[in-house]
């Protein structure tokens, strides 16, 4: 079955502009979240989607946004970017039920200059 | 504020050899998941343990969940070349964390054949 997937793999942005990156989650999960990981700061929680509603948000500045249709597609969203955005962005799907694990895509890496 | 750690942060050893990291936290977690990741490549999920006391065995490494739910192990028999990677801890708290894994630092694991 297929996984989950990313596009782009690779992205280089310049300062001041915005990056949409997309996630297509595996079918039948309605659950997607975004992740941040870098070198520094490692794995860290953007924002979950389930059923088009946001559920959970993390600690990130309002540039970082994001939204889901209703075939459980999902979107993620930076505004102005800055360098220190640089990073993998990852995206994980869930059936979203307790202490189901999460399907990660391969990522998509951003390169801000 | 939760507190995670991992531990050790690298280890480098020699095919043939066993190792074990830890996970451990000041809080108690409702599960605990443990994920891999491969350079350039997201996380992928390699158990889930929810039940304190609780261990899981998936071919040569062994999974443990402390009695007090507030850590966990992942032991390695006989690491090989391919067991390299970065090991992930995430908890779970339960409650509205659906949707959001946080993760350690991570163990980066090197093994030389």
């Known amino acids: 079955k297929a996984g989950v997937t990313q596009t782009p793999r690779y992205l280089i942005k310049t300062r001041g502009q915005q990056v949409t990156l997309s996630c297509s989650p595996i079918s039948g999960h309605r659950s997607v979240s975004w992740y941040q990981q870098t070198p520094g700061q490692g794995l860290q929680f953007l924002f979950e989607y389930f059923s088009e509603t946001q559920r959970n948000k993390g600690n990130f500045p309002g540039r970082f946004s994001g939204r889901q249709f209703s075939n459980s597609r999902s979107e993620m969203n930076v505004s102005t970017l800055e360098l220190g955005d640089s990073a993998l962005y990852l995206c994980?799907?869930?059936?979203?039920?307790?202490?189901?694990?999460?399907?990660f895509g391969s990522g998509t890496r951003l390169t801000v200059v | 504020t939760q507190l995670l750690e991992q531990s050790p942060q690298f280890l480098s050893i020699q095919e043939g050899e066993n190792l074990t990291v830890y996970c451990n936290s000041s809080s108690v977690f409702s599960s605990l998941q443990w994920y891999r990741q491969e350079p350039g490549e997201g996380p992928v999920l390699l158990v889930t343990?929810?039940?304190?006391?609780e261990v899981k065995k998936l071919k040569r490494l062994t999974f443990q969940f402390g009695d007090a739910r507030k850590d966990s192990s992942l032991h390695i028999t006989a690491a090989q070349p391919g067991d390299t990677g970065l090991y992930l801890c995430?908890?779970?708290?339960?409650?509205?964390?659906?949707?959001?894994?946080?993760f350690g630092q991570g163990t980066i694991l090197t093994v030389h054949p």
């Open positions: 343990v929810v039940t304190g006391g």
């Open positions: 995430a908890p779970r708290a339960g409650g509205t964390s659906y949707g959001k894994l946080t």
């Open positions: 994980a799907s869930s059936f979203a039920t307790p202490n189901y694990g999460y399907t």
